[in-house]
């Protein structure tokens, strides 16, 4: 199996990550006046990795001490809830549900944008547009466009990113270890704010290998998703390790892996494992089966159901 970062646009992408995060960094005072401030009620939206994405900022901006932060889906944000400003999270700034989400809100807050190209539909519904074009990606699967958003938003708290890119490059000058590329069954772990990171985990090693994973907050664990565990199983922490765990994933028949380096950093070993592991089974990471950079929908028809 394949264990380097050097080949295809997702391969070189992920190996970019170090760079695009201090350079996200440099960003963040510059944008700061577009981007919550302290004490402002908070929501934010994104439609799959932005969604994660999501959920990992609204965790470390509570954390933090900057105000109450909820995120959601973009098409599932309940109506009349009130907030301050809305942030919205979309690579591609054509998603048909982030597109109607700001149709929807406009004029009732404001409403911010990160995303890879400010040429895009999104400009044009929200109040201001934050531009990380730096970051874009030619591969349908996300990795370090959403990662800079995470290292500019971090930022913005004032956590500096910078220890999280020297980890992330000792990472990527280290092979992946053999029990993790033998697995065939993975279960992330997260709390607070690593746990949308455990969300994005799973999700790519479902889109770049076509992987049976699962994500879960980790005092969960033990509330039913033990039962998968067994041969094969890895049960992957992000973040702060529960006493007792590794003893019972053992007990299970499982593999329990903590990484010792920033969360941010494991993050990017597991984009590596995602592409070694879909490359080993002759999958595409560049362009995953069923997924495409953007999801656009038909405008409904007459006679058809909402």
């Not at 992408?13 to 009620?41: K, N, Y």
């Not at 874009?136 to 996300?142: C, F, G, K, T, Y």
């Not at 941010?264 to 080993?280: E, H, I, K």
Request: hydrophobic content about 45%; charged content about 20%.
């Amino acid at each position: 199996m394949g264990e380097s970062v050097a080949g295809g646009h997702t391969e070189q992408e992920i190996a970019s990550q170090p760079a695009c995060w201090r350079r996200a960094a440099q960003l963040a005072q510059a944008v700061a006046g577009s981007l919550p401030a302290t004490g402002e009620r908070v929501a934010v939206v994104g439609c799959g990795t932005s969604w994660f994405i999501a959920q990992s900022y609204a965790a470390a901006r509570e954390e933090a001490g900057h105000g109450e932060t909820d995120a959601f889906a973009a098409s599932e944000m309940p109506r009349g809830r009130r907030y301050d400003r809305l942030l919205v999270l979309s690579r591609s700034g054509t998603t048909t549900e982030i597109l109607q989400l700001l149709e929807r809100m406009r004029g009732t807050l404001p409403t911010v944008v990160i995303t890879a190209d400010a040429r895009t539909p999104v400009a044009q519904v929200a109040d201001q547009v934050i531009d990380l074009d730096f970051a874009d990606e030619e591969s349908v699967v996300q990795t370090r466009f959403a990662t800079s958003e995470l290292a500019l938003l971090r930022a913005h708290l004032g956590l500096d990113p910078g220890p999280a890119a020297d980890a992330a490059q000792r990472v990527l000058a280290m092979p992946l270890p053999p029990e993790l590329l033998a697995a065939r069954q993975f279960t992330f772990l997260g709390t607070g704010w690593t746990y949308g990171l455990a969300n994005e985990a799973a999700l790519k090693l479902r889109e770049a290998a076509g992987l049976w994973t699962e994500a879960y907050p980790v005092m969960e664990y033990r509330h039913g998703p033990v039962a998968v565990t067994g041969p094969g199983s890895v049960v992957w922490l992000l973040g702060t390790a529960a006493d007792g765990l590794a003893d019972e994933v053992a007990a299970a028949g499982g593999i329990a892996w903590f990484d010792d380096e920033d969360p941010m950093a494991a993050l990017v070993r597991v984009q590596m494992l995602a592409v070694a592991l879909g490359r080993a089974r002759g999958l595409d990471p560049d362009r995953p089966r069923n997924l495409a950079r953007s999801v656009i929908l038909a405008p409904a028809g007459p006679g058809s159901t909402p």
